[in-house]
């Protein structure tokens, strides 16, 4: 299914290339992971489109810690995130988890905010004040940023969804990889996600992250108490684990 025409206001940015493509002609042994060289990727990443949905979880807490070990971004972390975000309207995706009969196409979508997050305007800058020049030095960081776009127009469809979870997840990873400057002009539109996420959402990352991007977008947040700041290392589903651990 061709996503290119959403409306959620994506700039005429490249799609993914499926899936297929990225398993088949990335070369997976030449990547950096968190241990090791991504040799073993393929046989997880095939596991997230089993319909066993407590197989698809095990293989996304897998990949949390092979390439976002430390809330690190890896060699392999573009093309693992490629294929994730390549995966979201495959039929697997729409497979219910047991006892919180929610699709792991939420689930799925938590992971990339949680990758993306780890790569986010916030974090880099953080760390820029302790490593001046960290981000111009560490170009597989740069080279995450970069799919930011790309990533976007794979997440936007997934904004209007009929499951709640679903449309959150979505909400979220949109605002945090909207901070590329080439989607500036979806910024408007993904302002009603924020509120929504604001209105309706119980998890207290997310909402702040709801509320920083309004405030950086240039929105009044006056209305909306200010949040506690989290330790620099926390963010939404920051653990990569948080949506990924039992019952599944």
Not at 49 to 63: F, G, H, R
Not at 153 to 161: C, G, M, S, T, Y
Request: with cysteine; aromatic share 8%.
């Amino acid at each position: 299914m061709n996503h290119s025409s959403s409306k959620a206001g994506a700039p005429r940015e490249p799609d993914l290339p499926p899936y297929q493509v990225v398993l088949a002609e990335t070369d997976w042994g030449s990547l950096q992971t968190a241990f090791g060289n991504g040799e073993c990727l393929p046989e997880v990443l095939a596991r997230l489109l089993e319909p066993d949905p407590k197989v698809q979880v095990t293989a996304l807490s897998e990949l949390s810690e092979l390439v976002g070990h430390q809330n690190s971004i890896y060699e392999a972390t573009a093309p693992v995130a490629m294929y994730v975000a390549g995966i979201l309207a495959h039929p697997a995706a729409m497979t219910l988890r047991p006892y919180r009969n929610v699709p792991v196409r939420a689930t799925l979508l938590n992971w990339l905010v949680s990758t993306a997050y780890d790569a986010s305007d916030e974090i880099v800058d953080r760390t820029e004040q302790y490593f001046p020049g960290f981000l111009t030095h560490d170009t597989t960081l740069a080279a995450f940023r970069d799919l930011r776009p790309m990533l976007y127009r794979a997440v936007a469809p997934f904004l209007q969804d009929s499951h709640e979870d679903v449309r959150e997840a979505a909400g979220l990873a949109a605002l945090i990889l909207a901070e590329h400057p080439a989607l500036a002009q979806c910024r408007d539109h993904l302002a009603v996600h924020a509120r929504r996420i604001l209105d309706t959402g119980s998890d207290t990352p997310n909402r702040r992250v709801a509320r920083k991007a309004l405030e950086a977008w240039g929105h009044d947040v006056t209305d909306i108490e200010p949040f506690q700041e989290e330790p620099w290392d926390c963010g939404p589903h920051s653990d990569g684990r948080g949506d990924l651990e039992p019952p599944f």
